[in-house]
């Protein structure tokens, strides 16, 4: 899988995958429903989930496949056909005819998903599928799947090219706008033995290894880089440092 079509599970999030196929559902919806449809729930699996079993209606693409089984199936036809079923008595006939309409309208959804993702080939080694719950106002009306990296393609296309170079340069820079520095004067050092420290008592001098006329040395004490240098002076009670 290369590095481009690919995200972790987490990154998968269910409003990310609804924005990235928002287009192509509402399209279809236009098309055979007048209604929305979304997705509301989606999980990862290694063996696709969606069966040909009697009583559902399936359809299969390069890429994609949906499914409406008997319970969803009839929350799809109702909203195909804009009215309830409930209290109507379906001949054998009027069954074929449903699922047959059905069964055209999920051909269509496939053949968009298909388009949809065919930007992003799905590696013949990956078996890592994506499967969608879609639902109406009504409730679930079916499942889709799609290939993980496929999905995780479109997810990240969709993203868009968010950490650009300008960007990211700006982003460190504000960043940097708002850290605290500590900034420290050097008047000057000296190297001592252990020994010699440990017997300082109040009244000895230190001899530095500067003049009282040279500037101090002004430095960042968490990175101890030099930035310049300053003369000791008096800002009223206090000690101040002029910058040269």
Same mark, same amino acid.
């Given at each position: 899988?290369?590095?481009?079509?690919?995200?972790? =599970?987490?990154?998968?999030?269910?409003?990310?995958?609804?924005? #990235?196929?928002?287009?192509?559902?509402?399209?279809?919806?236009?098309?055979?429903?007048? =209604?929305?449809?979304?997705?509301?729930?989606?999980?990862?699996?290694?063996?696709?989930?969606? /069966?040909? %079993?009697?009583?559902?209606?399936?359809?299969?693409? /390069?890429?994609?496949?949906?499914? !409406?089984? @008997?319970?969803?199936?009839?929350?799809?036809?109702?909203? $195909?056909?804009?009215?309830?079923?409930?209290?109507?008595?379906?001949?054998?006939?009027?069954?074929?005819?449903?699922?047959?309409?059905?069964?055209?309208?999920?051909? &269509?959804?496939?053949?968009?998903? &298909?388009?949809?993702?065919?930007?992003?080939?799905?590696?013949?080694?990956?078996?890592?599928? @994506?499967?969608?719950?879609?639902?109406?106002?009504?409730?679930?009306?079916?499942? $889709?799947?799609?290939?993980?990296?496929?999905? @995780?393609?479109?997810?990240?296309? !969709?993203?868009?090219?968010?950490?650009?170079?300008?960007? /990211?340069?700006?982003?460190?820079? %504000?960043?940097? =706008?708002?850290?605290?520095?500590? *900034?420290?004067?050097?008047?000057?050092?000296?190297?001592?033995?252990?020994? =010699?420290?440990?017997?300082? #008592?109040?009244?000895?001098? $230190?001899?530095?290894?500067?003049?009282?006329?040279?500037? @101090? %040395?002004?430095? *960042?004490? %968490?990175?101890?880089?030099?930035?310049?240098?300053?003369? $000791?002076?008096? &800002?009223?009670?206090?000690?101040?440092?002029?910058?040269?």
């Amino acid at each position: 899988m290369s590095c481009r079509a690919w995200l972790p =599970d987490a990154a998968l999030t269910l409003d990310r995958i609804s924005a #990235a196929l928002s287009m192509c559902l509402r399209q279809w919806a236009q098309a055979w429903i007048g =209604d929305a449809v979304t997705v509301g729930q989606v999980q990862f699996s290694y063996a696709a989930q969606i /069966s040909t %079993q009697v009583g559902r209606i399936h359809a299969a693409g /390069s890429a994609s496949t949906v499914s !409406s089984e @008997a319970r969803t199936k009839r929350t799809l036809l109702e909203a $195909l056909l804009g009215t309830s079923l409930h209290g109507h008595v379906l001949t054998e006939r009027d069954h074929r005819l449903l699922d047959g309409l059905a069964g055209r309208a999920l051909e &269509d959804l496939v053949a968009r998903c &298909d388009r949809l993702v065919s930007a992003f080939p799905a590696p013949a080694e990956t078996a890592r599928i @994506a499967i969608l719950t879609l639902r109406c106002p009504a409730g679930e009306i079916a499942k $889709l799947e799609l290939p993980h990296a496929a999905l @995780a393609g479109l997810v990240k296309a !969709s993203l868009g090219d968010v950490r650009t170079k300008a960007t /990211s340069i700006r982003s460190r820079a %504000q960043a940097l =706008d708002e850290a605290t520095v500590e *900034i420290e004067a050097i008047l000057g050092e000296n190297i001592l033995r252990f020994e =010699d420290v440990a017997g300082l #008592a109040v009244g000895d001098v $230190l001899l530095l290894d500067r003049s009282l006329d040279e500037p @101090a %040395q002004i430095r *960042i004490a %968490q990175a101890g880089v030099t930035l310049g240098a300053g003369v $000791l002076s008096r &800002d009223g009670n206090r000690v101040a440092l002029t910058i040269n």
